[in-house]
């Protein structure tokens, strides 16, 4: 008899969980398909500025009249794409340099862990405005910053991971049998680091998507009038105490994907993580 996928045996128990993946989903529906369902052009004048939602406007228009449901939508893609692929980067480098410095030890991990230091050294907004100005501000820029700012988490991670995988059995036996590093790398200590790593992601991609919105903020990330969440509440903060909805709504919409990001990474942990199913199904 088969074994029920964990994660789902985990989302059967939890209704958070559900309410949570359902909610990933509109999001990334949304992020999908929001050029399709915008009613409007994003970077289009409409109307008059700061309109109160209407049958017209569902959520009225900003500072100089563009729809502010249209921008939501763009927005969520942004937010999407910088969110994958700064944590993609992350990933798939940080996952690299703890591999290697793990694996061959000595200078290696001496060397590159040290590095891995320096720039953990710096806070993670503070790393991504440095690499900024020195890119220049922009989409492409931000994603990098990004990235390149949660590498050394992912490889202290990726190290931690394969250092207790270098002595279990199937790993020696691999060896024992003149396997190559290669080999060994890529069939018998990666696969089994990737769930750990998995996890991870999942948080970092809410990470992500709150950096994005604080650099895009500052006018550092993806540029007017190209719509993004954290732009959004930028602009509307100055009109906080007359049309509290330009920003309210954007920050709404971080708020929430962040907050079920977290949700379906804590039961990712859950249920890729033995000793915590077992604490799970303990009756209280």
Partial sequence: MMTANPFFSELRRSWITQAALVIAVLYTLVALFGPWIAPYDPTRILSMPRQD???????????????????????????????????????????????????????ADSIIMRLMDILLAFPGLLLALAIITILGPGLGNAMIAIGVGSIPEFARLMRGEVLGLMNRDHVLAARSMGAGNLRIMGKHLVPFALATMLVYSTAQLARAVLTEAGLSYLGLGVQPPTPSWGGMIATGQQHLTTTPLLALIPGAAIMGLIFVLNILGDSLRDALDPHQRGLSRKPS
């Fill in 53 to 107: 939602p209407s049958a017209q406007f569902w959520l009225g228009t900003d500072e100089i009249g563009r729809d502010v449901l249209s921008r939501l939508l763009y927005g969520t893609r942004i937010a999407y794409v910088v969110a994958i692929v700064a944590t993609g980067i992350g990933l798939v480098f940080g996952a690299l340099l703890g591999l290697i410095a793990a694996f061959f030890s000595g200078y």
